[in-house]
Nanobody
Framework: QVQLAESGGGSVEAGGSLRLSCITS????????MGWFREAPGKGRERIAA??????????YYADSVAGRFTISHNNQKKTLSLQMNNLKPEDTATYYC???????????????????WGQGTQVTVSA
């Protein structure tokens, strides 16, 4: 059973940076997909970034709302997912979830929208 544990959330002023991390365990596949969703109060969950894990080439996806400011990365040896968030805005305030999906890998990771494993979430608050 895949287990995900996020860390790194917190409070920051607009324009600041935060780095989220997600430790993965229980993944019985060499190649799979990982990503980040977020959910703000009163809004639905938003897929903001995804990456293929396990291969030498990483396929990535970024939502328009974060492209150019956020960077997703995955350490295959440590099985750790990261999200570097720069130039944060108040509208980035949300609970951020680490996700994983073992049914797909490679290029599919940049297109799938459904992920079966979710972390417990970590809060990010950006003040104006």
């Amino acid at each position: 059973q895949v287990q995900l544990a996020e860390s790194g959330g917190g409070s920051v002023e607009a324009g600041g940076s935060l780095r989220l991390s997600c430790i993965t365990s229980g993944v019985g596949y060499r190649y799979y997909c990982m990503g980040w969703f977020r959910e703000a109060p009163g809004k639905g969950r938003e897929r903001i970034a995804a990456i293929s894990a396990g291969g030498s080439s990483a396929y990535t996806y970024y939502a328009d709302s974060v492209a150019g400011r956020f960077t997703i990365s995955h350490n295959n040896q440590k099985k750790t997912l990261s999200l570097q968030m720069n130039n944060l805005k108040p509208e980035d305030t949300a609970t951020y979830y680490c996700v994983a999906e073992t049914r797909y890998s490679g290029e599919w990771c940049s297109t799938i929208e459904q992920f079966s494993a979710w972390g417990q979430g970590t809060q990010v608050t950006v003040s104006a």
